[in-house]
């Protein structure tokens, strides 16, 4: 199906595991983002990527690494996992940057134990 | 630094009637501003999208205002439904963020029947 698609939906992991979150996009958008939720905090921009191979920080990124070698793909790694790191994970896409909608994948919920 | 308000946290009204969800920002300089939807477990469904040149945008029941100058955008949701319980979340993308999107923290509206 067309999209932006997540997995896992769910993941439990313990502390100073690596883990890696999926990100995939059938319409070919240039951007892409990382974003987490949090309550009390909103949603915070983790990374973000103009187009394959160029990626740049967002608001929170320490402790997680990411990679676009395929415009398609924009998976998220968290290199050391910690409890800090418990929380709702969602991709977003757009066309062109931010002067266009933004369109959101389903969300992975991670726990850290 | 922009910061995104939305008041109030939670809104309950009956069916049928037409309402008003706040937003305001800090800062005026703003490219755009977006409203989403987000439903109890999933992602964002992006509204409206008003470029910051134009006052208002309309969708169905609801129509998005933008007042650069004093910081403010609301969404009216006209006749309201019970399928129109979610949270509604407004981001802004200004001129000193790059390409990310600054969210405010949502309000929770319920409609009942």
């Known amino acids: 199906d067309a999209g932006i698609t997540q997995s896992p939906r769910y993941k439990i992991t313990e502390t100073g595991r690596q883990v890696t979150l999926m990100c995939h996009q059938t319409?070919?958008?240039?951007?892409m983002f990382w974003y987490r939720q949090d309550l009390g905090h909103g949603l915070r921009l983790i990374y973000y990527?103009?187009?394959?191979?160029?990626?740049d920080k967002g608001e929170v990124p320490d402790g997680y690494v990411v990679s676009r070698s395929k415009t398609e793909n924009f998976p998220l790694t968290l290199e050391s996992a910690t409890r800090s790191q418990t929380s709702v994970y969602f991709c977003?896409?757009?066309?062109?940057?931010?002067?266009?909608?933004?369109?959101f994948g389903s969300g992975t919920q991670l726990s850290v134990l | 630094k922009q910061e995104v308000t939305q008041i109030p946290a939670a809104l309950s009204v009956p069916e049928g009637e037409n309402l008003v969800l706040n937003c305001s920002f800090t800062d005026s300089a703003i490219y755009n501003l977006q409203w989403f939807r987000q439903d109890p477990g999933k992602g964002l469904t992006s509204l409206l999208l008003i470029q910051s040149s134009q006052r208002e945008q309309t969708s169905g029941r609801l129509n998005a205002s933008l007042d650069k100058s004093s910081g403010r955008s609301t969404l009216y949701i006209a006749a309201s439904q019970p399928g129109d319980s979610a949270t509604y979340l407004c981001a802004v993308r200004d001129n000193q963020a790059g390409t990310a999107l600054i969210f405010g923290k949502g309000t929770t509206l319920s409609v009942s029947s």
């Open positions: 990527s103009a187009a394959a191979d160029i990626t």
């Open positions: 319409w070919s958008h240039s951007y």
């Open positions: 977003a896409s757009s066309e062109s940057g931010a002067l266009e909608k933004l369109f």
